[in-house]
């Protein structure tokens, strides 16, 4: 679990999969199953930090 509690509104952030669209220089790639913590209250994501590391190795290639 990346964090339990939001840090917004205090809620319960639960471990869900999501696909996520990221726009990579003029595209959008979707990544599909990507494991994230999503508050049950406000719906604030929150990434693992190893997710955004593979976005960048996207962009340059
Ligand atoms: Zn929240």
């Known amino acids: 679990m990346i964090v339990s509690k939001c840090a917004i509104c205090g809620g319960k952030v639960e471990e869900r999969k999501i696909s996520e669209e990221v726009k990579v220089r003029n595209d959008f790639v979707v990544i599909e199953n990507v494991r994230a913590g999503v508050c049950a209250e406000c719906g604030e994501r929150y990434y693992p930090p190893g ?11």
């Open 51 to 61: 997710l955004w590391i593979d976005l960048e190795a996207l962009r340059e290639a």
